[in-house]
């Protein structure tokens, strides 16, 4: 097939399949991008102790002084049946109970320096590789791994990952067992901090494998620009091609433009290029497009770059580029403007961290959070404070959203550097960036001569990588001097502190935005402070003098043209920093969203202002039974020109609304309904409406979505709440619910938005491992020993097991012998499932456990057994194994033979998944386990009527 006649296929894949070119039968020998997510096993280590971290680096030659020495859980022969089975992502600080000895920053979850045995982690997977990838190049890249990840193939060490935020790939081709199985191993250490609010631990973002030919297209190796003029787009594609074969190849690039619907808009072939060995080059074209399609908030649309490498007329490489075309400028006097328009910038900070999940988001998850930050007028999105999953990106792609992406630590070193530019390569072809931020708050250096030195060598460098787009800086001092005196866009944390018209006039060519305001705390649906309990009203109140309140803040940067506008701190609650208060509060108070998705009052506030759509909020809620006559704050957040207050259908005045901000009431409590009716030139526009309610009477359920796919990774958002017998939400509800669920789909996590919550997450089933004791022994005739496998058999003269060296002559002095070592069970074990997963330690052998046969003649060659023990087998405290054996002899001098007989997995059932309300609600996320069919979730509490509700999976 000829080039141009093959692109035309591929275009043709894509556009009717949906399918990546990768993916196309024609060329799937040629590039593959593999999720490697399922499948997995996780078990916890120890950051110190080694007898609980698998014995890692503990041999005579360590993984960094051998090359394929991985030892422990790293070596390709650990036997890890006994770990538990999970799907990436995952988080294990989630799963962990609160502690007050915890980080509060991170949400004091029992992880961290205070509690070494749950501070490692360690995972492993064993994928086959055809015979056929031979020649290839394949690699592993993982997306981000919290925190300090050691990885390993084979027992082959490829490398060390400080941060928890950086994308990494390692090429394995020539540590792979080609027709046959192959192990990675990954161990993360959450033992010290990177940030300081919740960070999660363990494998939290995806992984892939990578096959690729020898002559390919590099990670994150196309960069595309775009200049838009007189209705024509000049779209810059570049590609960056490696030769990693041991020869010089020469080929072809082809790069090729599409719209949505598949069509080519622009080609451009460069031929005749060669590479030597280990060599690269990159390769760039201008393609025109006329009368583009440009990607903007209102109409996110996205075009597609498919490059591709042609060698002796065959495609031998095809990478696709998501871009859009688009134009970006700042003005020092007039802000922001996205394709020639102005734009007020209205954003939010925003951590990754979902109640229930923690960190590890599922994709469909990012989804869900832009579409409710878009809900409420928010236009951009800043990643506080370290580069986000690329799933985020993806979905600011998609549904038009603006975003500052941000390096995590400041520095000019060759590492902070890199880092640097790893995430400028990796995001820099996402229409949705407009700045790269270089840091956030550095306290030491942001005011003074160092700090300005650093950022301005740093913003130097990013513009080397990529000058399309504009440099900031997030400072909360030093305003005037250090790093403000050097930066391209300033970014004001908090304007309360800093004169902004001062620094205008001072320097009045610098662009300026507000990269943190508000600072707000509030607690979603109350409405009197409590601080016992640590709950606060959700009016909007600054939270100190150092902080002005969303209100004042947002006029501020309203009133003022030179700024381009605002990030709220924050857009969605997370776990940790819990200002102002410490324990028991877990999670942080600032968000215009709970941390389930569940809006705040203040929500309100800014889609009054930040949408075009009429907005009538009342607050706060009209259930104040015991205060009748109490006069009651009551306040109304909308855009209309006037607002009329109304209890039980009278009067009690009309306001006008002042451009920006909110009106308010005294209103004396009496039971019944009170109304909010807003007027446009006169015209009732509007109106919102909260009554007082009666005790609840009854679960509701409803979904986000009513169909997933059936993928193993799609999810459904369920909100619960408790309704009276009216059907009428009860704010104040606090029950407790219990769920069930049925069907092909799983609850991965559960939430209520309560910072002060101390529930569990997770309810997951507990896994111990019982570890065998030390072993002696006794030399017997044959395997028929009885007397000495007795449970209360006597071995205290026996020698220690393994003393005399298992070499030939042994084998010819010793036809079998009697191995003995006792195991504790704890005391609650009666309810567990036990296995003892077997390795043999004879060639030949039979087991008993607490004087019963489990196993008869056993060979070493059938491989690793595994036995489910009986209930009543077991018993708390002391219990005993006795494994009768003929003797395993070392093959040569060097060898050594199996001293480990395998382990006791205990599994324990998950207790039933429950929540309590909080504020009338609560939030169920339900996962599909991969196979089409109906999911029923099922919620039940005592006294109310259950509620039940059905999302279907489907395979498409």
Known sequence: MKPSYFLYFLILIFATTGKTIAQSPEIASKREHLSIDNDWRFALGHAYDVSKDFYNGTGGFSYLAKTGYGDGAASAEFDDRGWRKIDLPHDWAVEQPFSPKGSFSHGSKAIGRNFPEASVGWYRKTFAIPASDLGKRISIAFDGVFRNSIVWVNGHYLGTEPSGYNRFEYNISEYLNYGGNNVIAVRADVTMEEGWFY??????????????????????????????????ADVTATATINNDDKKTRSFNITQTIIDDSGKALATKTTTGLTLKPFASQDIKNILTVSNPKLWSLETPYLHKLITTVEENGSIIDSYVTTFGIRTIRFDANEGFFLNGKHVKIQGTNNHQDHAGVGAAMPDALQDFRIRTLKGMGCNAYRCSHNPPTPELLDACDRLGMLVIDENRLMGVTSTQLNDLKRMILRDRNHPSIISWSIGNEEWGIEGNITGARIAATMQAFAKSVDSTRYITAAISGGIGSGISTVIDVLGYNYVATKNTDEQHKKYPNQFSWGTEEGSTVASRGIYEDDMDKHQLVAYDRKQNDFFYSLEQGWKHYASRPYLAGMFIWTGFDYRGEPTPFGWPSVGSYFGMIDACGFPKDDYYYLKSWWTNQTVVHLLPHWNWQGKEGQEIRVCAYSNCDEVELFLNRKSLGKKTMEP????????KYEPGTLEAVGYKKGIKAGNDIVKTTLTPNQVKLTANRKAIKADKKDIAIITVQADDKNNLRVPTAQNELSFSITGPGKIIGVGNGDATSLEADQYLERIDLVNIGAFKEKFVDDL???????????????????????DDEFGRKVKAVVYRAGFTMPADVAPATATLFSKNIGKVQNIYINGKEIGHEIKAGDGNTEFKLEASLLHPGNNTIAIVATPLLKANIWASVNTDPGLIQLVYSAEQYKRKLFSGYAQVIVQSTGQPGTIVLKAISPGLKQSAIEITAADK
């Open 199 to 232: 960070e999660g631990a363990g494998i939290y973002r995806h992984v892939w494998l990578n096959k690729t030919n020898q002559v390919h297209i590099v990670p994150d190796g196309t960069f595309v620009t775009t200049a838009v003029k007189s209705n024509v």
């Open 660 to 667: 920006n901000g909110h009106l308010e009431w005294q209103v």
């Open 784 to 806: 028929n020993a009885k007397a000495e496998v007795a449970a209360d058999y006597d071995d205290s003269s026996w020698q220690n097991a393994f003393k005399d060296t298992r």
